[in-house]
C-alpha cells in the first residue's frame, strides 16, 4: 500500500464534520449484552458452546439485531477458543449482507465492523498489507480511535515504526481531545502498540 495515499486517506478527514460527530451507540441492551457475551469468551472456564448459546439466546430475544449477531458470532469464531477462520470469514459475509438489508442510520457503523473484522482475518493470518487496507477502509467509515489504532498496530507489525510514530504524532496533533486519549489508552494497554508508548507518555 500507498503509505502517503493512506496518510491522506486518514489525516485528510480529521477535519471533517463526520470525523467529529459522534457514531450513533449501541443501545443500552445491545451494549450489555456485547459486554457479558465478551466476558464470557474471555474466560478461559467457559467453552465455545455456552458462548455460541448466549449469543443464539440473546439474537432469539430480539437484543441482538441481525448485524450485531453475526459480528459476536464472528468473533467468537476467530477467537482462541475456536480459531476457526473459514467460518469467521462467513459469518463476516453475512454480517455484511445482514447491514445492507439492515440499512439505517448504522449502516455505516455495521460495514465498518464488517470490514474491521476482515480485517483481523488477515492479521491473525499474517497477511498484514491486506490487514491494513481493511483497517484504513475500516476508519474511513467509522471514524474512532479503535479502527486508527488497528492501522497502528499493522504498521508495526509490518516493521514500519517510523512510519506508524508519523502517523501517531500527525493524529494526535490534529484529533479531538477525547479521541486521542481514547487512542492513547489504547496504545498504553495494548501489546501489539507497545513500540508506541514513548510518543504518548513524551
Given at each position: 500500500m500507498n503509505y502517503e495515499e493512506l496518510f491522506e486517506r486518514i489525516l485528510g478527514r480529521v477535519d471533517e464534520d463526520s470525523y467529529l460527530a459522534s457514531i450513533r451507540?449501541?443501545?443500552?441492551?445491545?451494549r450489555q449484552a456485547l459486554q457479558e457475551i465478551e466476558q464470557l469468551r474471555?474466560?478461559?472456564?467457559?467453552?465455545?458452546?455456552?458462548?455460541?448459546?448466549?449469543?443464539?439466546q440473546q439474537h432469539t430475544a430480539g437484543v441482538?439485531?441481525?448485524?450485531?449477531?453475526?459480528?459476536?458470532?464472528?468473533?467468537?469464531?476467530?477467537?482462541?477458543k475456536v480459531k476457526d477462520y473459514a467460518e469467521a470469514a462467513r459469518y463476516a459475509a453475512a454480517q455484511e449482507m445482514a447491514a445492507l438489508d439492515l440499512g439505517g442510520p448504522r449502516l455505516s457503523a455495521n460495514l465498518a465492523s464488517v470490514e474491521r473484522h476482515r480485517g483481523v482475518l488477515a492479521f491473525l493470518q499474517g497477511h498484514y498489507g491486506v490487514a491494513l487496507d481493511y483497517f484504513s477502509r475500516a476508519f474511513e467509515r467509522e471514524h474512532n480511535a479503535m479502527n486508527l489504532s488497528n492501522v497502528l498496530a499493522t504498521l508495526l507489525r509490518l516493521g514500519d515504526e517510523e512510519e506508524a510514530v508519523a502517523l501517531l504524532r500527525?493524529?494526535?496533533?490534529?484529533?479531538?481531545?477525547?479521541?486521542?486519549?481514547q487512542l492513547d489508552a489504547l496504545v498504553e494497554s495494548d501489546p501489539d502498540l507497545s513500540l508506541l508508548r514513548a510518543e504518548v507518555l513524551s
Open positions: 451507540p449501541l443501545a443500552p441492551g445491545q474471555k474466560n478461559p472456564d467457559v467453552s465455545a458452546q455456552v458462548v455460541r448459546a448466549l449469543i443464539e441482538l439485531d441481525r448485524p450485531l449477531y453475526y459480528s459476536a458470532l464472528h468473533v467468537l469464531a476467530a477467537s482462541p500527525q493524529v494526535r496533533g490534529a484529533l479531538p481531545a477525547a479521541l486521542v486519549a
